[in-house]
């Protein structure tokens, strides 16, 4: 069996995330070829030299130049902070590497959008890390919506909350930092759009608002929002709405998606991950409300690659089945969601930020516009 060489940059929860997924993987589903941990990245020698061993890494650098030299690391994958996403995927992109990148793609849609170009001149694989889309019940909710099992879609909405940013005492890091974070919109908004986008098409306009409730953390300004929502309305004439707070106390990662068509119901809660409500018009009367499918059974998507029925997965499985699939399909691909992709909801989370910020609908070809983009 083939055998594909990953270099991961970062060391962080992400990349303990991805190293786990290509470690599990193989276990769980048979793969065309073999992935091989050959090199993780980090600035902090001590930090980076332990997480290699922790993590199976043949070896580890300080320099994440390092893993564009390597012939013998074909992936390139990218877990650190937002802000340093574009350069580094450019740079794999040009050595020839596939690349994976963590989400949001970067932290601005010119950014989002250069790097997209990159990897499209380039002729490389490459996607980025939305990796709820591969939660089982998510994948069913998409396969139902597009075997019509709700009918025409008029109504979305999604919600995260998370309690992340809550205590004024957590000290300034990265996530603060706008240039290097980007947005609690792009953070948490991005996944909330990618699987909005996937399942009800795309987005044309929004109308958002923010804040930013601790406005200095270790006597530094934030310069990120705490909070955001937004009205949007979809190409198709549907409508929608988000909301992504990290100030939600006693949330930790508590994300709905609903969906509203013309015959039926579709919706998702992450803390009963297993399980997809369902509604549809169609059923006897007597039988009115929302039924709860099991995501697990045999006919679903990803069930046959876990464990019988009834015993459920969890978050670490979104990682297995994404980077599963990608490994699955490498080299010839097509990898998704692809920069392209991401590129796409970093021009939606920017409308989200720009609308907030001037107190004005605004069109997502607007942002793509001032980027010299036609959409
Ligand atoms: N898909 C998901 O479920 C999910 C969950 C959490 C985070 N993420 C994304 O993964 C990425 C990494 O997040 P994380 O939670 O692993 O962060 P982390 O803080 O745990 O790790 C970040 C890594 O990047 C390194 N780093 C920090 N600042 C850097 C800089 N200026 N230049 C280069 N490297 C730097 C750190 O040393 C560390 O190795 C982010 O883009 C984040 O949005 C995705």
């Not at 580094?88 to 790097?115: D, N, R, T, W, Y």
């Not at 392209?340 to 920017?350: D, L, M, P, R, W």
Request: glycine share 10%.
């Amino acid at each position: 069996m083939p055998e594909v060489g990953i270099g991961i940059a970062g060391y962080g929860m992400m990349a303990k995330a991805h190293a786990y997924a290509y470690t599990v993987a193989p276990v769980m589903r048979s793969l065309g070829c073999r992935p091989r941990l050959r090199l993780i990245s980090g600035r902090d020698r001590d930090k980076v030299s332990r997480a290699a061993a922790a993590y199976g890494f043949e070896a580890w650098t300080a320099d994440w130049h390092d893993l564009l030299d390597r012939r013998d690391v074909d992936i390139v994958d990218i877990c650190t902070p937002p802000g340093t996403h574009a350069e580094i995927a450019e740079a794999a992109a040009a050595a020839g590497k596939a690349v994976i990148c963590e989400k949001p793609l970067a932290v601005s849609f010119a950014q989002a959008a250069a790097a997209a170009e990159a990897v499209r001149q380039a002729g490389v694989l490459n996607a980025v890390g939305f990796n709820y889309r591969r939660l089982p019940a998510v994948s069913l909710m998409k396969r139902m919506i597009d075997e019509g099992g709700v009918g025409s879609v008029r109504l979305l909405r999604a919600v995260w909350l998370s309690d992340e940013f809550v205590d004024p005492a957590i000290p300034f890091d990265w996530r603060f930092d706008r240039s290097m974070g980007g947005t609690t919109i792009a953070d948490l908004g991005s996944h909330l759009i990618d699987m909005a986008t996937w399942m009800a098409g795309g987005i044309a306009e929004v109308s958002g608002q923010s804040a930013t409730f601790v406005p200095r953390r270790s006597n530094q300004a934030v310069t990120v929002d705490d909070a955001s929502s937004a009205l949007v309305r979809f190409e198709s004439g549907a409508l929608g709405v988000f909301e992504m707070a990290r100030m939600a106390v006693r949330r930790p990662c508590d994300f709905t998606i609903e969906v509203n068509g013309d015959r039926g119901t579709l919706a998702f809660a992450y803390p009963r991950l297993n399980e997809l409500l369902y509604g549809e018009g169609a059923d006897r009367p007597g039988l009115y409300g929302m039924r709860t499918i099991r995501a697990e059974h045999e006919s679903h998507p990803y069930a046959r690659n876990w464990w019988p029925v009834g015993q459920g997965v969890g978050y670490g499985a979104t990682f297995v089945n994404h980077l599963g699939d990608l490994l699955d399909r490498y080299p010839e691909g097509p990898w998704e969601p692809d920069f392209a992709q991401g590129a796409s909801v970093q021009a939606v989370c920017e409308a989200i930020e720009r609308s907030a910020a001037e107190r004005r609908w605004v069109a997502v070809s607007e942002v793509m516009a001032g980027a010299g983009i036609r959409p």
